[in-house]
């Protein structure tokens, strides 16, 4: 396999650490939901939206950011957050080729796709499907979206103008952990806990919410990017094309400042997390029916309040000029290895669905995951060690670093870097920048526990490629605090 070189993209030369500079600001939004029926990603059995049965629209906010110093540009950056359950690995590379030379001046190797994670969102790809019944083929959905998105891409980029920043930490409860965990030493996603075996949910929270405000030169909000620790999936299972509590969001912040804010949801690292309760499941119910709103709203009024709480706070240190830079690093990391007995789980439960007449409901999917994990075994066997690759984005603003993964990542590898990252405040971002499959990155303890999201068919990459994920993040991250 051709092995990834690691190299920093810089938009012009070396960006010189420490130096302030003005921020030029674009912001737009796209609605990438199609009138026609779409099937939607993130369970094993088949989902098609009906166009007219549409609960909330998806949307891509796009925010472009230019850094100039004495009317030259420097470096940039555009990230575009995708009311999506995951962005396929060529999805990136072909849309920043899509855009070819529309965005004048822009390096497009300094674009990221981020998806929040809905589970009720349009499909990207055809997944684990083999049938999508009457749904429109994942390719002519892509096309659709490239024009939307890309059409987003140019407002922002050629609406940039002078503006200034702020940013900010507040606090809301938006997940639990989802991994109950029992005596026999198993875990399981969204195990019972009412039962005398159940010892303890298996992992951490992240209450924290990463909020960036972006003014234009009025001082008027534009635009903001907000990271909670939390996949948008209070609604997971519906068959309707829904946002999840990221459109509840954004509608309640556009009440204050205006229709034509936009709003970047962002998901920091949860990938054993999730926005309903694990615990106090009653009493949680009770409080939401006094205040008479759903799960999802009761979510989402906790991001709106922690926001315009920390925004009152912050707006008195809105700079107009800051540090900043923008590196993108390319690297790979060890394949998680399939043992011997793993494989032996997977080719049995593909042998009792092949022998099955009729696959139903969920199986078709089921079936191809084992497959897959079968031919992993084989591959590896034969191949010797596979590597997974990365494209990881690092941007410093002033005291705060944005640094992406690809992966539905464990709260624990957050937390690492978290607790080591030399800025004053660290936002992390999952699901983002793919350039390989999909795939949970799981724990030690929970690669311990088994279960969903941390068996080997959840996941190409083990704790071995988490801890080096962490290091290779907090690298990059130190090389732009360096002083």
Same mark, same amino acid.
């Given at each position: 396999?051709?092995?990834?070189?690691?190299?920093?993209?810089?938009?012009?030369?070396?960006?010189? @650490?420490?130096?302030?500079?003005? =921020?030029? *600001?674009?912001?737009?939004?796209?609605?990438?939901?199609?009138?026609?029926?779409?099937?939607?990603?993130?369970?094993?059995?088949?989902?098609?939206?009906?166009?007219?049965?549409?609960?909330?629209?998806?949307?891509? /906010?796009?925010?472009?950011?230019?850094?100039?110093? /004495?009317?030259?540009?420097?470096d940039c950056a555009m990230?575009?957050?995708?009311?999506?359950?995951?962005?396929?690995?060529?999805?990136?590379?072909?849309?920043?080729?899509?855009?070819?030379?529309?965005?004048?001046?822009?390096?497009?190797?300094?674009?990221?796709?981020?998806?929040?994670?809905?589970?009720?969102?349009?499909?990207?790809? &055809?997944?684990?499907?083999?049938?999508?019944? /009457?749904?429109?083929?994942?390719?002519?959905?892509?096309? #659709?979206?490239?024009?939307?998105?890309?059409?987003?891409?140019?407002?922002?980029?050629?609406?940039?103008?002078?503006?200034?920043?702020?940013?900010?930490?507040?606090?809301?409860?938006?997940?639990? /952990?989802?991994?109950? $965990?029992?005596?026999?030493?198993?875990?399981?996603?969204?195990?019972?806990?009412?039962?005398?075996?159940?010892?303890?949910?298996?992992g951490g929270e992240d209450?924290?919410?990463?909020?960036?405000?972006?003014?234009?030169?009025?001082?008027?909000? =534009?635009?903001?990017? *907000?990271?909670?620790?939390?996949?948008?999936?209070?609604?997971?299972? =519906?068959?309707?094309?829904?946002?999840?509590?990221?459109?509840?969001?954004?509608?309640?912040?556009?009440?204050? #400042?205006?229709?034509?804010?936009?709003? =970047?949801?962002?998901?920091?690292?949860?990938?054993?997390?999730?926005?309903?309760?694990?615990?106090?499941?009653?009493?949680e119910a009770r409080m939401? &029916? $006094?205040?008479?709103?759903?799960?999802?709203?009761?979510?989402?009024?906790?991001?709106?309040?922690?926001?315009?709480?920390?925004?009152?706070?912050?707006?008195?240190? +809105?700079?107009?000029?800051?540090?900043?830079?923008?590196? +993108?690093?390319?690297?790979?990391?060890? +394949?998680?290895?399939?043992?011997?007995?793993?494989?032996?789980?997977?080719?049995?439960?593909?042998?009792?669905?092949?022998?099955?007449?009729?696959?139903?409901?969920?199986?078709?999917?089921?079936?191809?995951?084992?497959?897959?994990?079968?031919?992993?075994?084989?591959?590896?066997?034969?191949?010797?060690?596979?590597?997974?690759?990365?494209? !990881?984005?690092?941007?410093?603003?002033?005291?705060?670093?944005? @640094?992406?993964?690809?992966?539905?990542?464990?709260?624990?590898?957050?937390?690492?870097?978290?607790?080591?990252?030399?800025?004053? &405040?660290?936002?992390?971002?999952?699901?983002?920048?793919?350039?390989?499959?999909?795939?949970?990155?799981?724990?030690?303890?929970?690669?311990?526990?088994?279960?969903?999201?941390?068996?080997?068919?959840?996941? !190409?990459?083990?704790?071995?490629?988490? &801890?080096?994920? +962490?290091?290779?993040? !907090?690298?990059?991250?130190?090389?732009?605090?360096?002083?």
């Amino acid at each position: 396999m051709k092995r990834w070189i690691t190299f920093v993209a810089l938009a012009v030369g070396i960006v010189k @650490a420490g130096v302030a500079a003005e =921020l030029w *600001i674009g912001a737009a939004e796209a609605d990438i939901t199609p009138d026609r029926p779409v099937s939607l990603t993130g369970q094993f059995h088949v989902r098609v939206a009906d166009p007219k049965q549409v609960l909330s629209r998806c949307k891509a /906010n796009v925010l472009a950011i230019e850094a100039r110093e /004495n009317g030259q540009a420097t470096d940039c950056a555009m990230m575009i957050a995708c009311d999506v359950c995951y962005v396929p690995q060529d999805i990136q590379q072909r849309l920043r080729a899509y855009l070819g030379d529309r965005l004048k001046g822009f390096d497009t190797g300094k674009l990221f796709l981020t998806a929040t994670h809905t589970h009720t969102g349009p499909a990207l790809d &055809q997944g684990w499907y083999d049938d999508l019944g /009457n749904a429109m083929p994942p390719e002519e959905y892509v096309a #659709f979206f490239f024009d939307r998105v890309a059409a987003a891409a140019a407002k922002a980029w050629e609406g940039r103008a002078r503006g200034s920043v702020a940013w900010g930490l507040g606090h809301a409860v938006t997940s639990q /952990n989802r991994r109950a $965990m029992y005596a026999d030493g198993s875990s399981v996603m969204y195990g019972t806990t009412a039962k005398p075996e159940f010892l303890g949910l298996e992992g951490g929270e992240d209450h924290a919410v990463d909020m960036v405000f972006f003014l234009n030169a009025d001082r008027r909000p =534009l635009a903001t990017m *907000i990271a909670v620790a939390c996949p948008a999936q209070v609604d997971e299972g =519906l068959s309707r094309v829904h946002a999840d509590f990221w459109g509840d969001v954004r509608d309640g912040l556009r009440q204050r #400042f205006g229709e034509e804010f936009v709003v =970047l949801g962002l998901c920091g690292p949860a990938g054993d997390l999730v926005p309903r309760p694990m615990l106090r499941k009653p009493a949680e119910a009770r409080m939401e &029916q $006094m205040r008479k709103l759903s799960r999802r709203q009761e979510v989402a009024r906790r991001v709106i309040d922690a926001y315009e709480s920390t925004w009152e706070v912050v707006q008195s240190d +809105v700079r107009a000029d800051v540090v900043f830079a923008h590196r +993108v690093e390319r690297f790979d990391l060890p +394949v998680r290895n399939i043992t011997d007995q793993e494989y032996a789980t997977a080719k049995q439960q593909l042998a009792a669905l092949a022998a099955k007449e009729k696959l139903v409901g969920g199986e078709p999917a089921r079936k191809n995951w084992y497959k897959r994990t079968v031919e992993r075994y084989d591959g590896q066997s034969k191949d010797g060690a596979k590597r997974y690759a990365v494209e !990881l984005h690092a941007i410093r603003l002033g005291d705060l670093a944005i @640094a992406t993964n690809p992966f539905e990542l464990y709260l624990d590898y957050g937390m690492r870097i978290q607790a080591r990252s030399p800025a004053g &405040q660290t936002m992390l971002v999952q699901l983002a920048s793919p350039v390989d499959a999909s795939t949970y990155l799981p724990s030690e303890r929970a690669v311990k526990g088994g279960g969903y999201s941390a068996v080997p068919e959840s996941s !190409l990459v083990g704790p071995e490629g988490g &801890q080096v994920l +962490v290091e290779r993040t !907090l690298e990059v991250i130190g090389a732009l605090f360096k002083k």
